[in-house]
């Protein structure tokens, strides 16, 4: 019944309801927009990279290794030569390792100069092998295997050729013509860095950079950064010791795990900045309401008399007046949630594309039902104000009716 008359009640007024609807939506997605932004990024930067115990590179810093080596984002400020590389992959301790070379790009996209080792134990998400959805590991020299996105937005299909060119923006000039690559093999999606990319082999990186393919060593002189597998976990800290102190050359070994969760924490501390914006303009749009609902209030006089003559307490209207202000709320979650799944739609090849954050729809985890509840909480407290004068102006009888 309460509902019924407020629904009622609400239609008489729909031009300023409307104005309190859509300014409590668009509070809301802000809110709510920014807690599914955090889930979907928290999910997708967890998900990158499963099973590899140590990450190598020149000593840059652990959040930029793993940038570069991992996310394909910015440059390696040194390389590490191939004898150091061969002589810690062959310690005792490591199970397997997989070098990366980076520098080459192809149409926008990275190319990552590897072995192949990076298909045979390359994990994901709760320690998924990658797959190919079509073809098959490196045959030659010039091989090349595509990340599902890279497939798909160029429209690539086994055999197909294409050029790589030297550096992130391709140009005529950089273009390595001479030596075409075969596309031998398709990666399933991932939903990581992975789709984003090319593999070839290092031998392929050596043959476009001049080597003579028939004559030449193919063996690279040196590489970016490499992966390592060790047998035991125990092992890591003190695998990790020895090649920061690796006498040969400055080496920095990482663990996946603190880098992303200090990456975590500097994604972190944006969000708060921007949850507590929110949360500010939140609280502006249901202080608009509790003011629009005291506005409306001497204009529904000849209402409220109406129900005090009827028999309605001051409960039944101060009841009125919350679920008056409920059913805002209830057409602004509804109008938010729409407008989230519209914007979702459209930013999601942009947050791709820029920083590799996946969408996978609306999540409702514990924050989002959080979030919720203290919104609603809110909305009742803020407008308790006009449900309380309403409860007064029909308990002031006759001086109500003047």
């Known amino acids: 019944m309460f509902f019924k008359l407020a629904w009622r009640s609400l239609m008489q007024r729909k031009g300023s309801v409307s104005l309190a609807v859509l300014s409590v939506a668009i509070s809301l997605i802000l809110v709510l927009g920014i807690e599914q932004l955090r889930s979907h990024t928290k999910n997708s930067v967890g998900r990158t990279i499963s099973g590899v115990d140590l990450i190598v590179g020149a000593p840059t810093g652990q959040l930029n290794l793993l940038l570069y080596s991992i996310f394909h984002i910015g440059s390696a400020s040194n390389h590490i030569s191939w004898e150091s590389y ?42 998924r092998p990658l797959e190919l959805s079509t073809g098959q590991n490196f045959i030659d020299t010039f091989s090349v295997i595509l990340g599902a996105e890279v497939a798909r937005e160029l429209n690539y299909q086994l055999d197909d050729t294409l050029i790589l060119a030297h550096g992130l923006v391709g140009t005529r000039f950089t273009e390595h013509v001479e030596n075409p690559f075969i596309v031998s093999g398709i990666l399933k999606p991932t939903g990581t860095p992975v789709d984003r990319a090319l593999y070839v082999s290092l031998a392929g990186l050596e043959a476009v950079h001049g080597v003579n393919v028939e004559h030449d060593d193919l063996v690279p002189t040196n590489i970016t950064a490499f992966l390592l597998g060790l047998k035991s976990p125990m092992a890591t800290f003190q695998m990790q010791r020895k090649i920061n102190e690796y006498s040969k050359e400055p080496l920095l070994a990482i663990l996946p795990g603190i880098a992303l969760s200090e990456l975590w924490q500097i994604l972190g501390g944006i969000e708060r900045v921007l949850f507590f914006v929110s949360a500010l303009v939140v609280f502006a749009a249901l202080l608009g309401l509790c003011i629009l609902l005291l506005s409306t209030m001497r204009e529904r006089r000849s209402e409220i008399v109406l129900l005090r003559t009827i028999g309605s307490g001051p409960l039944f209207l101060f009841l009125l007046i919350q679920a008056e202000a409920l059913l805002v709320l209830l057409l602004g979650v509804v109008l938010a949630t729409s407008g989230l799944i519209l914007g979702g739609w459209l930013v999601e090849p942009i947050l791709i594309d820029k920083f590799g954050v996946y969408l996978d729809g609306i999540v409702i985890g514990e924050h989002t039902i959080v979030l919720l509840v203290l919104v609603l909480v809110s909305t009742l407290i803020v407008t308790a104000f006009p449900a309380i004068s309403a409860c007064r102006q029909s308990l002031g009888g006759s001086d109500f009716l003047r």
């Open 86 to 127: 061969r002589k810690l992959s062959n310690l005792p301790q490591v199970d397997w390792a997989i070098p990366l070379s980076l520098g080459d790009s192809h149409l926008g996209y990275r190319v990552v100069g590897t072995s192949t080792g990076f298909l045979d134990h390359y994990q994901y998400g709760n320690k």
